[in-house]
């Protein structure tokens, strides 16, 4: 099959014939290794697989992406994708894949383009059998003014488009087609011998689903298709139901964008982010900066968290961290619903929300939103807990969003106010007890200590969420969580009440909220080696099994721990690694195996216990490859680990791991040379002169005859 792919794909007789006429040549051609989310027909469960797709054989379809529409909201979406759009494709250009524009109804206007008229050109030819492809209908409802439920458009149009937007470029070696006629992708996919196709544009539940060359028709025609999921959105509405047509504040246009997305993911394509491309093209320009990067959004004045929390992150997370700062333009009208830069969020791994009260233009509300309806890491502190909600939402600007239910479907609370009271008494804080062990409260066990924050009533919290302190400014006043941790859309969310500026001058408050942002993060090697080091039994027992989460970055103090005198902590180490291996040594994990070997092999360089180079020695036997040859054979002369070393060879396929033995062989002392000889003959290899091992036993025996005594 000319795809690469890690998966078993089930192809039909159409698509394998289809794929059949590509020329041979293009197989050698480089591939790029992608991340493809895919969901459960069924459940909706994410799964994510690493997947090659050949350059060569591979083409980007732009869709509609016109440079206006009829509302004047959707316009300003459409050109809000243009600047990473064009990132994203010339990062494509570099890697060897093939653009296709394919703008309906506006094509005459490229009439005189080389690029259209090189698709033109190219010859007629025969069109694929289709196959059966008939996956349920879309969510319903589209295609409604996204200025807001008064639909200002549908009786005053904008305007009708008249081209693709012309910030797209549009290169050279580009090509432009009709997006109402299948076969000139046709023509060019036969001709090229492209076998996938990667979308990008609008509307994700119109034009790029239902075109003639749009991903529905494609695939019909036994094409592989995918979409890159933060390039492409929806038309549905904005604060009011598509389906209904009923008010509905909540629905916001990324709202109507997520829903269509996990609807792809589940029926018709898998999809994955634009920084793969652009990091696989090498055009990232901060590849060489490793750390996580996170984006701190601040668009409040009464808690001053602009300057808290930047000079938080200037002290404790800097070294680590990649920060980015963000704020609102103006704490009152004009621009305090405007927060410039939030195309940060492309690359962001974690956003720290500090908020009140705004409604952001849609334009940046779909960056805010994608980040956090796609289940990304979210730290939210304080006033966050309306970030996006007004006492009444019809205050709100045409062309701007709301959130109104933020508190209860990100957060997991039901935020009503604050007691007065405490406003000038502050409040008394304290850990759970129920939350022992939980990773954000280390340094903070048993803490006591009083916050000048008033108190937030949050309660009830949802089940979902774990709570971690409480606080109460009176003895006559119930309890208040003031801290917990909850999961939207499978992503981790933290949020602390606390968040006064003086909250930022005390230790307590600054460990919860650094430990929070670490957690938030994911599983840390902190918190790996802290759970296999604890004494309690679940505890270790539950650390080593989530070791495979974190990776490489866990080898070396795993492999640390595995000679530990407490033999009940070396083993749960060792079993750790053992997870962390062979997760890595799943199918389609390239590059998380690429990153654990080169731990292991750096190990082996290193002056470990004998016993933890053996178990080392065994785990690149099964997962090593050529990058770990040379560091084996070298102790094939060392008289403690070269049997273990032997072995890993025998077990590396491959002719470098071949020659690594023979090469062996003949350096080997009189009493080694069997051993080597019988991976030799093992692998296949004629070795003359040298006996086979035999078995020698250990003590004399006697053997009796058979028979009647």
Same mark, same amino acid.
């Given at each position: 099959?000319?795809?690469?792919?890690?998966?078993?794909?089930?192809?039909?007789?159409?698509?394998?014939?289809?794929?059949?006429?590509?020329?041979?040549?293009?197989?050698?051609?480089?591939?790029?290794?992608?991340?493809?989310?895919?969901?459960?027909?069924?459940?909706?469960?994410?799964?994510?697989?690493?997947?090659?797709?050949?350059?060569?054989?591979?083409?980007?379809?732009?869709?509609?992406?016109?440079?206006?529409?009829?509302?004047?909201?959707?316009?300003?979406?459409?050109?809000?994708?243009?600047?990473?759009?064009?990132?994203?494709?010339?990062?494509?250009?570099?890697?060897?894949?093939?653009?296709?524009?394919?703008?309906?109804?506006?094509?005459?206007?490229?009439?005189?383009?080389?690029?259209?008229?090189?698709?033109?050109?190219?010859?007629?030819?025969?069109?694929?059998?289709?196959?059966?492809?008939?996956?349920?209908?879309?969510?319903?409802?589209?295609?409604?003014?996204?200025?807001?439920?008064?639909?200002?458009?549908?009786?005053?149009?904008?305007?009708?488009?008249?081209?693709?937007?012309?910030?797209?470029?549009?290169?050279?070696?580009?090509?432009?087609?009709?997006?109402?006629?299948?076969?000139?992708?046709?023509?060019?996919?036969?001709?090229?011998?492209?076998?996938?196709?990667?979308?990008?544009?609008?509307?994700?539940?119109?034009?790029?689903?239902?075109?003639?060359?749009?991903?529905?028709?494609?695939?019909?025609?036994?094409?592989?298709?995918?979409?890159?999921?933060?390039?492409?959105?929806?038309?549905?509405?904005?604060?009011?139901?598509?389906?209904?047509?009923?008010?509905?504040?909540?629905?916001?246009?990324?709202?109507?964008?997520?829903?269509?997305?996990?609807?792809?993911?589940?029926?018709?394509?898998?999809?994955?982010?634009?920084?793969?491309?652009?990091?696989?093209?090498?055009?990232?320009?901060?590849?060489?900066?490793?750390?996580?990067?996170?984006?701190?959004?601040?668009?409040?004045?009464?808690?001053?968290?602009?300057?808290?929390?930047?000079?938080?992150?200037?002290?404790?997370?800097?070294?680590?961290?990649?920060?980015?700062?963000?704020?609102?333009?103006?704490?009152?009208?004009?621009?305090?619903?405007?927060?410039?830069?939030?195309?940060?969020?492309?690359?962001?791994?974690?956003?720290?929300?500090?908020?009140?009260?705004?409604?952001?233009?849609?334009?940046?509300?779909?960056?805010?939103?994608?980040?956090?309806?796609?289940?990304?890491?979210?730290?939210?502190?304080?006033?966050?807990?309306?970030?996006?909600?007004?006492?009444?939402?019809?205050?709100?600007?045409?062309?701007?969003?709301?959130?109104?239910?933020?508190?209860?479907?990100?957060?997991?609370?039901?935020?009503?106010?604050?007691?007065?009271?405490?406003?000038?008494?502050?409040?008394?804080?304290?850990?759970?007890?129920?939350?022992?062990?939980?990773?954000?409260?280390?340094?903070?066990?048993?803490?006591?200590?009083?916050?000048?924050?008033?108190?937030?009533?949050?309660?009830?919290?949802?089940?979902?969420?774990?709570?971690?302190?409480?606080?109460?400014?009176?003895?006559?006043?119930?309890?208040?969580?003031?801290?917990?941790?909850?999961?939207?859309?499978?992503?981790?969310?933290?949020?602390?009440?606390?968040?006064?500026?003086?909250?930022?001058?005390?230790?307590?408050?600054?460990?919860?909220?650094?430990?929070?942002?670490?957690?938030?993060?994911?599983?840390?090697?902190?918190?790996?080696?802290?759970?296999?080091?604890?004494?309690?039994?679940?505890?270790?027992?539950?650390?080593?099994?989530?070791?495979?989460?974190?990776?490489?970055?866990?080898?070396?103090?795993?492999?640390?721990?595995?000679?530990?005198?407490?033999?009940?902590?070396?083993?749960?180490?060792?079993?750790?690694?053992?997870?962390?291996?062979?997760?890595?040594?799943?199918?389609?994990?390239?590059?998380?195996?690429?990153?654990?070997?080169?731990?292991?092999?750096?190990?082996?360089?290193?002056?470990?216990?004998?016993?933890?180079?053996?178990?080392?020695?065994?785990?690149?036997?099964?997962?090593?490859?050529?990058?770990?040859?040379?560091?084996?054979?070298?102790?094939?002369?060392?008289?403690?680990?070269?049997?273990?070393?032997?072995?890993?060879?025998?077990?590396?396929?491959?002719?470098?791991?071949?020659?690594?033995?023979?090469?062996?062989?003949? @350096?080997?002392?009189?009493?080694?040379?069997?051993?080597?000889?019988?991976?030799?003959?093992?692998?296949?290899?004629?070795?003359?002169?040298?006996?086979?091992?035999?078995?020698?036993?250990?003590?004399?025996? @006697?053997?009796?005859?058979?028979?009647?005594?």
């Amino acid at each position: 099959m000319s795809r690469i792919s890690t998966r078993t794909t089930a192809l039909g007789p159409t698509a394998l014939a289809f794929l059949a006429i590509a020329p041979s040549v293009w197989a050698s051609e480089g591939t790029v290794a992608l991340n493809l989310q895919r969901r459960d027909p069924k459940t909706g469960a994410v799964a994510v697989a690493t997947e090659k797709i050949v350059a060569s054989k591979t083409g980007i379809v732009v869709i509609d992406m016109w440079d206006r529409h009829w509302c004047k909201t959707y316009t300003a979406r459409v050109g809000n994708l243009v600047p990473r759009m064009n990132r994203t494709l010339a990062a494509a250009r570099k890697l060897g894949i093939r653009i296709v524009h394919a703008p309906s109804d506006v094509v005459d206007f490229y009439k005189d383009y080389p690029q259209r008229k090189a698709m033109q050109a190219i010859p007629a030819q025969p069109v694929p059998r289709k196959v059966v492809f008939d996956p349920p209908a879309e969510p319903a409802g589209k295609d409604c003014c996204e200025c807001g439920p008064a639909q200002p458009c549908k009786t005053t149009s904008f305007g009708r488009w008249r081209r693709q937007h012309p910030d797209l470029k549009i290169a050279d070696g580009d090509l432009i087609a009709d997006c109402n006629n299948a076969r000139e992708l046709l023509n060019l996919c036969r001709a090229r011998g492209l076998n996938t196709l990667i979308y990008m544009g609008v509307a994700s539940n119109m034009c790029v689903l239902h075109r003639q060359c749009g991903m529905l028709n494609m695939r019909r025609h036994g094409l592989a298709v995918i979409f890159v999921s933060d390039l492409v959105q929806a038309i549905t509405a904005n604060g009011l139901d598509p389906a209904t047509k009923t008010p509905d504040w909540n629905f916001t246009p990324a709202k109507g964008s997520a829903e269509i997305q996990r609807y792809l993911e589940r029926h018709v394509a898998p999809s994955f982010e634009s920084r793969q491309l652009i990091t696989a093209a090498g055009m990232d320009p901060r590849a060489d900066d490793k750390r996580p990067h996170v984006v701190f959004v601040t668009a409040e004045q009464e808690y001053k968290s602009a300057d808290t929390l930047r000079a938080f992150a200037k002290r404790h997370l800097e070294r680590n961290l990649r920060c980015t700062f963000l704020r609102a333009k103006a704490d009152r009208r004009p621009g305090r619903n405007d927060v410039p830069g939030l195309d940060a969020l492309y690359d962001a791994d974690l956003l720290v929300l500090s908020m009140r009260r705004r409604a952001l233009p849609v334009v940046q509300m779909d960056h805010l939103e994608r980040y956090i309806r796609t289940g990304k890491p979210l730290v939210a502190i304080r006033v966050s807990v309306v970030p996006f909600q007004l006492s009444d939402p019809k205050d709100r600007p045409d062309g701007h969003v709301v959130w109104q239910d933020f508190d209860t479907e990100v957060l997991g609370c039901d935020y009503r106010g604050y007691d007065a009271g405490s406003r000038k008494t502050g409040c008394d804080v304290r850990a759970v007890p129920e939350a022992k062990g939980q990773s954000i409260l280390r340094g903070l066990e048993g803490a006591r200590f009083h916050s000048p924050s008033w108190l937030y009533r949050t309660k009830p919290l949802a089940a979902t969420t774990t709570l971690l302190m409480v606080g109460r400014w009176s003895q006559d006043r119930p309890e208040e969580p003031v801290a917990w941790t909850h999961t939207y859309n499978g992503g981790r969310v933290f949020y602390t009440s606390l968040g006064h500026w003086e909250d930022f001058k005390m230790e307590p408050f600054q460990r919860l909220l650094l430990n929070g942002i670490h957690w938030a993060l994911g599983p840390s090697t902190g918190d790996l080696i802290a759970g296999i080091s604890n004494e309690d039994d679940e505890a270790r027992t539950a650390a080593w099994l989530g070791a495979a989460e974190i990776g490489a970055p866990a080898v070396k103090p795993l492999a640390s721990l595995m000679s530990d005198e407490r033999l009940e902590v070396g083993r749960a180490a060792k079993n750790g690694l053992w997870r962390i291996v062979r997760h890595a040594g799943r199918p389609g994990a390239d590059r998380d195996k690429k990153a654990v070997i080169a731990e292991l092999v750096s190990l082996l360089g290193e002056k470990a216990p004998a016993s933890v180079l053996r178990e080392v020695l065994w785990m690149l036997s099964e997962i090593g490859g050529d990058e770990s040859v040379t560091p084996i054979a070298a102790l094939l002369s060392d008289a403690e680990l070269r049997e273990d070393a032997r072995m890993a060879l025998e077990r590396i396929p491959g002719p470098k791991s071949l020659d690594a033995l023979k090469a062996g062989l003949k @350096t080997a002392p009189t009493d080694f040379k069997r051993n080597i000889a019988q991976s030799l003959r093992k692998r296949g290899v004629h070795v003359a002169g040298i006996p086979c091992r035999k078995l020698v036993p250990t003590k004399k025996t @006697t053997v009796k005859p058979a028979g009647p005594k």
